[in-house]
């Protein structure tokens, strides 16, 4: 049971970025699927979840409209537009309770 996340990296402000969160060792299709944060020095924060069929999705109120979840079957994407630098964290997915390793997205300012 892994989950893997991938896509982070270093942009300017007003960038865009792509999380991937794959899932392996089981089937998943079944479990709702979300995207945490945490920043240096603060707690772990939701962003944004999908349920397992993709019909309904919920954000953080500081990323509506910039971020989107979307998920196609064992994978769970992050469109992140128009960054900022307070988005600046580790980003962790969550599948049926278990946590990825986390990507670094740093957005200069």
């Known amino acids: 049971v892994q989950l893997a996340e991938s896509g982070g990296g270093l942009v300017q402000a007003g960038g865009s970025l792509r999380l991937s969160c794959a899932a392996s060792?089981?089937?998943?299709?079944?479990?709702?699927a979300g995207w945490y944060r945490q920043a240096p020095g603060k707690d772990r924060e939701f962003v944004a979840i999908?349920?397992?069929?993709?019909?309904s999705t919920s954000y953080a109120d500081s990323v509506k409209g910039r971020f989107t979840i979307s998920r196609d079957r064992n994978t769970v994407f992050l469109q992140m537009n128009t960054l900022k630098p307070e988005d600046t964290a580790i980003y962790y997915c969550?599948?049926?309770?278990?946590w990825g390793q986390g990507t670094q997205v740093t957005v200069s300012s």
């Open positions: 969550n599948m049926a309770g278990y």
């Open positions: 060792g089981r089937t998943y299709t079944t479990y709702a």
């Open positions: 999908i349920t397992w069929d993709g019909g």
